[in-house]
Nanobody, 123 residues
Framework: VQLQASGGGLVQAGGSLSFSCAASGISIDYYTIGWFRQAPGKQREGVAAIGDNGRSMYLDSLEGRFIVSRDVAKNTVYLQIINLKPEDTAVYYC??????????????????WGQGTQVTVSS
């Protein structure tokens, strides 16, 4: 199983970024795909997830700036972040879980992880 995350980079505050997570070895039609981030000196946190049913879940504090979507035909999940803030600076990871429930933003339920992609937001 491989999850290939891409799309990070350096962006100014107020800008936007789009990430993709291309899965191989599993079908995202049967998995929850979550997005997590880890800022320097902080614990990894779940920011968004999309279930095998196509439903999405977000971390409440993100104020609607994160949008998760998927293309089953391409076996790829996407994360768009708008109105980026310096506090969004982190390494972003995608991961796969067989569960879709209230734990969808908890990393403990995820079994496969991508390698992470760096996002740096300048003020």
């Amino acid at each position: 199983v491989q999850l290939q995350a891409s799309g990070g980079g350096l962006v100014q505050a107020g800008g936007s970024l789009s990430f993709s997570c291309a899965a191989s070895g599993i079908s995202i039609d049967y998995y929850t795909i979550g997005w997590f981030r880890q800022a320097p000196g902080k614990q990894r946190e779940g920011v968004a997830a999309i279930g095998d049913n196509g439903r999405s879940m977000y971390l409440d504090s993100l104020e609607g700036r994160f949008i998760v979507s998927r293309d089953v035909a391409k076996n790829t999940v996407y994360l768009q972040i708008i109105n980026l803030k310096p506090e969004d600076t982190a390494v972003y990871y995608c991961a796969a879980s067989k569960q879709w429930d209230f734990t969808a933003l908890s990393q403990s339920s995820y079994v496969y992880w991508g390698q992470g992609t760096q996002v740096t937001v300048s003020s």
